[in-house]
């Protein structure tokens, strides 16, 4: 018999209470190296859970529209909110939750803590593109590092996108170009797009560039 949401709630409130008696309690230096591992190993499966569970529940939150009566203007918002994180990262979550509803394997593994959410969001990615890889990237997940999977998940969705054609058929339609100034005064820039779009771009670039730098070493500037 599945437990009611009230004992659901009420079990979780329990292990939130407890993680805080020992965050509270917990002093570093007081520990072991070696037991400062076993801390790490334990709270990482910990959270291995935690963050699954928030990716397969993400999905509800965005069918049922509860956002609307918080005042943000979409799910991705009340979950940025909520979590702490941004818009971009919460709208992640947002896709690959749904796109595990299809992909029964990896959300068995999700269920199970044998992802992170960043592992997740990888697999799911590659996967959802071609299902066929799935099995290899939920592999790669367990028994390889991340950098291999992010790659590997790549090449999935670069190989069910076909020939050079359709890949940069597909680069035209995602291509984007962000700029802004953050809180220290900095300004940033983003650029994506096909390949040929973007050697385009710099070779614009290079002339304006080089007269930078050309005009810094003639001042004895650092640049």
């Known amino acids: 018999m599945a437990p009611t949401i009230e004992h659901v709630f009420r079990i979780l409130r329990s292990i939130k209470s407890h993680l805080e008696g ?12 070696a037991d400062a591992q076993r801390w790490i190993e334990l709270l990482a499966a910990i959270e291995r859970l935690a963050a699954g569970m928030r990716l397969l529940l993400a999905r509800r939150v965005d069918t049922d529209g509860l956002f609307d009566g918080t005042g943000e203007r979409s799910a991705a918002d009340w979950l940025a909110k909520t979590t702490g994180r941004s818009t971009r990262d919460a709208q992640a979550d947002l896709e690959c939750s749904r796109r595990l509803k299809a992909l029964p394997d990896s959300e068995d593994a999700v269920r199970n803590g044998e992802l992170s959410d960043q592992q997740a969001k990888a697999v799911a990615d590659g996967a959802a593109a071609d299902p066929d890889a799935e099995e290899e990237l939920l592999d790669t997940a367990r028994k390889g590092s991340f950098g291999e999977l992010a790659r590997k998940a790549k090449a999935a969705k670069a190989a069910a996108l076909g020939d050079d054609e359709a890949r940069h058929a597909a680069a035209h339609r995602n291509r984007s170009l962000s700029t802004g100034v953050n809180e220290l005064g900095e300004g940033w820039g983003r650029f994506n797009g096909p390949a040929p779009d973007l050697a385009r771009l710099r070779a614009a670039l290079g002339p304006h ?7 810094a070493r003639r001042e004895g500037r650092r640049e």
Not at 22 to 33: F, G, H, M, S
């Open 209 to 215: 560039l080089d007269a930078c730098f050309d005009a």
């Open 22 to 33: 020992l965050a509270v309690d917990l002093v570093p230096e007081t520990l072991a190296p």
